[in-house]
């Protein structure tokens, strides 16, 4: 049970709910944070994830996801690719898609904190981010030859 009023948040017990979702014939289980984006049906995050499954079912090298959220496709693809390096902004989505890592046993996955036009940046050569250097993230690493983006509704991050 969480509480609000004027700039004012009160959580009785905790802020998030355990969600399981089946999708491919595996079962995920993902942390869902309370006032974070998320797809409410689950038959229709099944089908998504179910499609978005289908359709890189043969890719080749690493998967790129801007805007990953608690990591809901990045952790469903994960089986498709060598691996997987998503981007988010929001710290609380973050925390989130570092818990449904641990949470699934996927050790493919490797979340990092910024905006899609950070990544950008770092991956031109134009800026260094400490955050890339402190999770051991180098991106000549990473063969991206797949990019996935969700985008929130504002369509900036």
Same mark, same amino acid.
């Given at each position: ?11 009785? %017990? ?14 995920? @289980? ?16 099944? &089908?998504? +994830? ?11 090298? %690493?998967?790129?996801? +801007? ?7 990045? +952790?469903?693809?994960? &089986? ?51 955050? +890339?250097?402190?999770?051991? @993230?180098?991106?000549? %690493? ?16």
């Amino acid at each position: 049970m969480i509480g609000r009023a004027r700039k004012q948040k009160k959580v009785l %017990d905790r802020d998030y709910v355990l969600e399981k979702v089946q999708a491919d014939g595996q079962t995920l @289980v993902y942390q869902q944070i309370e006032n974070s984006f998320t797809q409410p049906n689950g038959p229709v995050a099944q &089908k998504m +994830l179910d499609w978005a499954i289908d359709c890189t079912r043969d890719s080749e090298g %690493d998967l790129l996801e +801007l805007y990953c959220g608690n990591g809901n496709f990045s +952790l469903a693809l994960a &089986k498709n690719f060598r691996r997987v390096l998503a981007t988010e902004l929001a710290k609380p989505s973050v925390q989130s898609a570092q818990y449904n890592i641990a949470a699934n046993h996927i050790d493919n996955v490797q979340i990092v904190r910024m905006s899609a036009e950070e990544f950008t940046q770092a991956i031109n050569g134009e800026r260094e981010f400490r955050r +890339l250097q402190d999770q051991g @993230v180098t991106l000549s %690493d990473y063969q991206c030859n797949t990019i996935f983006v969700d985008p929130p509704r504002a369509g900036h991050g």
